[in-house]
Each structure stands twice: as structure tokens, then as C-alpha cells.
């Protein structure tokens, strides 16, 4: 499982990149208590901007200045449809299909 201190580490290594520009095109997962093999990152041509709106009233891009998403928001976000709480392993297989490295 993912503790909250790495977690936090890593949301801040990813503000640090998005204000140098890098990392375009990703958006991050939040992983805390996630199991050690759940994605930092997704593709964010598999987001819907839409569907974005629909369940947070933000954009993509604020949401992943604010720390990203959940595995399950990312998931309801990608199969397009309202955000609803589900079990953490088929979040994960629908966010592992659009999982990218965390290098930028």
C-alpha cells in the first residue's frame, strides 16, 4: 500500500513538473492506500474533458493542478459516465490500460 507521505512526495514532484512545463499529456492518480502497483500516471488523451465537467465542474487541466484523480474518478471519467464509488481492482484495470511512465 501506498502511504500518504509518498503519496504527498509525489504530488509535489508533480506540481514542481507541471510548472516546468513537464510531464504534458499525464494526468496524475492519487494512490493513497492504493496497492504498490497502481499507476502514478495516465494518459490524458484517455480523460474526456466533458465528463470531466459533468462530475467535478472543473477541467482536466485544474484537476490535475490540484493532484489528479482517483483511480475510480479516472476510470468513471474514461468510460464517460458519473463518477460512483467501486472496488479498487476494477478501477485499476481500467486505469492500467491507459497507465504511462512516470518519466516525462
Known amino acids: ?20 512545463g513537464k510531464r504534458q499529456g499525464m494526468m496524475r492518480i ?7 502497483d497502481c499507476p502514478a500516471y495516465l494518459r490524458m488523451d ?10 467535478h465542474g472543473q477541467s482536466l487541466r485544474r484537476l490535475n493542478e490540484r ?10 471519467i474514461i468510460e464517460r459516465r458519473r ?12 486505469v492500467k490500460r491507459y497507465a504511462v511512465s512516470e518519466t516525462p
Do not use: C
Open 1 to 20: 500500500m501506498i502511504s500518504r507521505a509518498q503519496d504527498s512526495d509525489h504530488y509535489h514532484e508533480h506540481i514542481d513538473a507541471l510548472r516546468e
Open 30 to 36: 492519487m494512490r493513497i492506500g492504493m496497492p504498490d
Open 46 to 55: 484517455a480523460l474526456n474533458e466533458e465528463w470531466a465537467q459533468k462530475n
Open 67 to 76: 493532484g489528479g484523480l482517483s483511480a475510480s474518478e479516472a476510470a468513471a
Open 83 to 94: 463518477w460512483r464509488q467501486m472496488p479498487i481492482a476494477f478501477a485499476l484495470d481500467v
